[in-house]
């Protein structure tokens, strides 16, 4: 059917249709159809909608994405008809049915994938497919490897090329913004790409946004990298890895992370930047993406394997996931805690030892430090100022004021302290929890909501002391988070009563009601 196209500036790769066009091609809301440009012969697949009086019957309305891809001006005429279902559903349906799927099934999903051919149903339906049914290596390695050829990948001049990743799990985890700054301080090269959150408040790309902007193309990244010999960016932004993204919108809401997915999303960022040296962080706790430390060095072994396969040189780092990292989640709050211990604080402890661990690490791998000297090395870099003036470097070259202080760093202005209900330890201390109350009070999104905590587990408390206080930068935003709060009880002190229940029969003094 021939059509007369009409701009509009939605963002997706849709088409709008008369609904007496749409049955006389057979096609109904969020199905297929091909659009042809005749001048160009070029066409393209675009998902329906359908309406019965925003335009009139012989016009399609054709969307951004799907006008800038058949290169169509407003008034032209284009050939419209149902297009063909794609062969990758049948695939992603054998995932779901829990059989293997082969390099090319796999390659053909992320392509499509990629190019924007899936609904977000049918991404779902393969994100959730190998959430239920896991990946084996040879799986892992082809998702790994489709990932990294779907998308543009970095050509360094001369290695080593340095990296390190998180598995993420554990809330407060601002250790890249320490990391990437002592490692290009040591004179080595780590382009790092970041995530945003995927199962936490606040992922590295939405911490280090509150400093710099984050989204670079790929080309600009290597520029920046080869400048400063760092950066911190965000992957979603770079077409480096594009499908990761698109995975990690799916994944968001769910909080879930499945292994294979995780392993292939890490890996895939590090082989296309041409990292060759790669330390890998998996915190290990209960309330974590890994329970313990068995499950942990199992996980290790794969990352160090997929390494193998790809050429990679891979060390693992099992660290303490029983709490938070420092005191603080939220973009700003964690933004301003890594840049405080940049300036020369000597806490939060776990932040610290934490991050110079991991640059420990990677400046042995490198050669940077002898065995057994990293953590030393990585001790001296950070107290003599010089991350602090390569972390200005990084943040000026993305474009940030390299200025900034972490006194200037300024959290929601919304704000309520929880006090100990009672004298005691705290006992408890639920990373899932503090999670979920950072999203209530609008991390990552909102870059000053968060939580601070005052009193981690082990500490012991008096009544009336501040455990924690929550942050929002918009009033009903904090109500929400507080609602969260009193239904998820994040902290628990030692004797402290929990709840009350009470009987629904039993009156004052015993007496029972009606009868
Ligand atoms: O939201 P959850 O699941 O905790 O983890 C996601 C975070 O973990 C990784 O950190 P990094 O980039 O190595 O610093 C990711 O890039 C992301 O920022
Ligand atoms: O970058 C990351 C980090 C953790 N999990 C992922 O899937 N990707």
Not at 36 to 56: C, M, Q, R, W, Y
Not at 224 to 234: A, F
Not at 399 to 418: N, R
């Amino acid at each position: 059917m021939k059509l007369t196209t009409k701009s509009i500036d939605i963002e997706n790769r849709g088409v709008l249709l008369h609904a007496g066009d749409a049955r006389e091609i057979s096609v109904r809301d969020g199905d297929r159809v091909e659009v042809k440009n005749h001048i160009t012969g070029e066409s393209v697949s675009a998902f329906v909608d359908t309406t019965a009086s925003l335009i009139p019957q012989g016009v399609i309305g054709i969307y951004r994405p799907t006008q800038v891809r058949i290169d169509v001006l407003e008034g032209a005429e284009v050939e419209v008809r149902a297009a063909d279902r794609p062969a990758t559903l049948d695939f992603i349906r054998k995932k779901m049915d829990g059989l293997r799927l082969g390099k090319e099934e796999t390659l053909a999903i992320i392509r499509d994938v990629v190019d924007d051919v899936l609904s977000p149903s049918e991404l779902t339906a393969y994100i959730v497919a190998t959430y239920t049914n896991p990946l084996d290596m040879d799986e892992v390695e082809h998702l790994t490897r489709a990932m990294v050829e779907t998308g543009e990948q970095l050509h360094f001049p001369s290695y080593p090329i340095v990296d390190k990743h998180s598995i993420g799990g554990v809330p407060g985890n601002k250790i890249s913004l320490l990391i990437v700054p002592i490692i290009a301080a040591a004179g080595l090269k780590i382009p790092k790409t970041s995530s945003r959150a995927i199962t936490g408040a606040a992922g590295t790309a939405d911490l280090m946004e509150v400093l710099a902007p984050v989204a670079f193309s790929a080309l600009e990244v290597q520029q920046m990298t080869e400048k400063v010999g760092g950066v911190i960016v965000w992957g979603g932004a770079t077409n480096i890895a594009p499908a990761d993204d698109r995975f990690i919108t799916v994944e968001y809401p769910f909080k879930i992370d499945a292994r294979g997915q995780m392993l292939a999303s890490v890996m895939a960022k590090k082989f296309a930047v041409g990292a060759n040296l790669v330390a890998i962080d998996i915190p290990v706790g209960e309330h974590t993406k890994v329970p313990n430390a068995d499950e942990g060095r199992k996980l290790a072994r794969e990352f160090i394997d997929l390494g193998e396969r790809l050429g990679m040189r891979v060390e693992c780092a099992l660290t303490y996931g029983e709490s938070l990292v420092g005191h603080t989640i939220g973009p700003k709050l964690e933004a301003r805690e890594a840049l405080a211990v940049l300036e020369g604080a000597t806490e939060p402890t776990s932040l610290i030892q934490k991050s110079l661990s991991l640059a420990g690490i990677l400046l042995e791998m490198s050669g940077k430090a002898a065995p057994g000297q990293g953590y030393a090395v990585a001790q001296e870099i950070l107290s003599s100022g010089r991350a602090l003036e390569k972390m200005k470097q990084i943040i000026e070259v993305q474009g940030g004021d390299p200025s900034v202080t972490s006194a200037g760093i300024v959290p929601g202005e919304h704000q309520f302290v929880v006090n100990a209900p009672a004298t005691g330890y705290v006992v408890e201390l639920n990373n899932k929890a503090l999670i979920s109350l950072a999203r209530a009070a609008g991390a990552p999104q909102d870059r000053g909501a968060g939580v601070y905590i005052h009193a981690k587990k082990g500490t012991q408390v008096r009544s009336g002391e501040p455990i924690f206080t929550v942050y929002a930068d918009r009033k009903w935003r904090l109500q929400k988070a507080l609602e969260e709060g009193r239904r998820l009880m994040p902290v628990v002190v030692e004797g402290m009563l929990i709840d009350r229940v009470p009987s629904r029969h039993w009156g004052v003094g015993g007496d029972v009601h009606g009868a």
